[in-house]
């Protein structure tokens, strides 16, 4: 055996011998000694009861949301920039002759943001008229 090997030898029992150390360092319970596939098992038994609890707690919270007086949706929102909402919007007011910007993003799926820019946009232009702001 060369010094290397030897050196390597030397290494791997002082792993081995810590290796060793640390699992006849794990404690005992019930008068037996915890293994490595005792240890395992627990592990896996908390983790599947852990599941459960959150099964739980999301069908309980599906029920909540089910029961709820306002329906939850989700809107995918688009990211278009401001000429191509302003477009948009004015297809949007063929069908409706009054709305809220909230309404119109609704229902375009665009941010609020947007459309509350197209929609000054569009009154600068003299393409849409804004209640209220008819001055007596």
């Known amino acids: 055996m060369s010094n ?23 404690p005992s319970f019930a008068g037996g000694t915890m293994t490595p596939e005792s240890s395992l098992s627990r592990e896996v038994d908390s983790l599947k009861a852990t599941v459960k609890e959150l099964s739980e707690e999301v069908s309980e919270i599906r029920d909540v949301i089910s029961k709820a007086p306002v329906r939850v949706r989700f809107v ?29 993003a609704d229902a375009l799926s665009i941010p609020l943001k947007t459309t509350v820019m197209a929609l000054e946009e569009l009154k600068k232009e003299g393409k849409i008229k804004v209640q209220g702001d008819e001055q007596s």
């Open 4 to 26: 290397g090997e030897n050196t390597d030898q030397k290494r791997l029992d002082s792993t081995t011998r810590l290796a060793l150390y640390e699992w006849a360092a794990v």
């Open 76 to 104: 995918n929102i688009k990211d278009v920039p401001v000429p191509e909402a302003k477009d948009m919007v004015q297809d949007y007011y063929k069908d409706h002759d009054i709305a809220y910007p909230s309404d119109i």
